[in-house]
């Protein structure tokens, strides 16, 4: 519970904004209650960005693990990721697209673990493109890379747009996007 709520106020103050105190008011306990449970602010970070690839993890990735391999998986990954944001899982939207750029300059455990989530994310994008290009779902001569660039960049701008805006047309567009970059007509 602790945890969770340090997610959610991560993404509205930052990991940098982020308080034994303010969390403790956030939860209606007392900072010693709250102290307890973390030695250190950068503790309270670490465990917050633990919790929130927990979440990320079972909201986003597992939905794409369970679909079939290939060019499915990375649509699927797509939408569950924009299911996210519509349901506001956080009330800054993702968690990891605000925190990346925020703890992106400051050298530390916080960033590395940050940075280490970013890469298993993008590995797993072009796992599913890769697999998408054997099962010949995709043009052969399509770069890997590229295309993995591509949609972690909509991924991104998908999240900023609907948390300037807040309008669900946003993430609409975003699908739309993908499967249009995909050839997916339907």
């Known amino acids: 519970m602790i945890v969770r709520e340090a997610v959610s106020l991560a993404t509205i103050e930052g990991l940098e904004g982020l308080s034994i105190g303010n969390l403790a008011s956030a939860l209606d306990m007392s900072k010693s209650g709250i102290y307890a449970h973390f030695g250190s602010k950068q503790d ?5 960005v633990d919790e929130a690839e927990r979440v990320f993890q079972a909201e986003v990735i597992e939905p794409a693990l369970a679909a079939a391999e290939g060019l499915t998986q990375l649509v699927a990954l797509c ?28 050298p530390g455990p916080v960033k590395e673990q940050i940075a280490a989530f970013q890469g298993r994310l993008t590995a797993l994008i072009r796992q599913f493109i890769v697999t998408a290009l054997e099962q010949h779902e995709l043009s052969v001569d399509e770069d890997p890379d590229a ?40």
Do not use: H, W
């Open 79 to 106: 939408d569950a990721f924009f299911d996210y944001l519509a349901k506001r899982t956080f009330p800054g939207g993702c968690f990891f697209a605000g925190a990346a750029l925020e703890m992106g300059t400051r």
């Open 147 to 186: 295309l993995t660039f591509e949609i972690n960049g909509i991924i991104l701008a998908a999240n900023t747009s609907f948390v300037l805006r807040e309008e669900p047309a946003a993430l609409d567009m975003a699908r739309k996007v993908v499967r249009r970059r995909l050839g997916i007509t339907t």
């Open 44 to 48: 309270l970070q670490l465990a917050t």
